[in-house]
């Protein structure tokens, strides 16, 4: 199994349960032949351009890991499915499986030192 991740912008126009319906509906395509790591809700958010009339979309981040033959139904569902305004998946990288089990503020603390010697002038 392959590592993916899926962003996918529902109508925001709809109601929210039928947002979480939708997402619940994908979840479950996933973990039909896969395992979703982690999941990321965005929340609403102002589309850059409009898609299909709309200008607010939800946004949602799936990762998983799964088959390609799974990739590709749930992406035949969400293109027959009018509530989905678009979707976008990326084959992930495998080492990117440290970040799920870690916290991101403490790896990002660890990444970048402050030294405040650095920043002044002479």
Do not use: C
């Not at 395509?29 to 009339?53: C, F, H, V």
């Not at 509530?83 to 992930?92: E, F, S």
Request: hydrophobic share 45%; charged share 30%.
């Amino acid at each position: 199994m392959r590592q993916y991740e899926t962003m996918v912008i529902i109508d925001a126009m709809i109601s929210d349960d039928a947002i979480n319906a939708e997402i619940e509906n994908i979840a479950a395509m996933i973990t039909n032949g896969g395992e979703i790591l982690r999941r990321d809700d965005w929340g609403k958010r102002k589309l850059a351009y409009s898609i299909k009339k709309r200008q607010h979309g939800f946004y949602v981040i799936f990762y998983y890991k799964a088959e390609a033959a799974v990739v590709a139904a749930m992406e035949a569902a969400l293109k027959l499915n009018e509530n989905v305004l678009r979707w976008m998946t990326l084959a992930d990288y495998p080492m990117s499986e440290i970040v799920y089990n870690q916290d991101m503020a403490q790896s990002t603390e660890e990444i970048i030192p402050v030294d405040a010697e650095e920043g002044e002038a002479e």
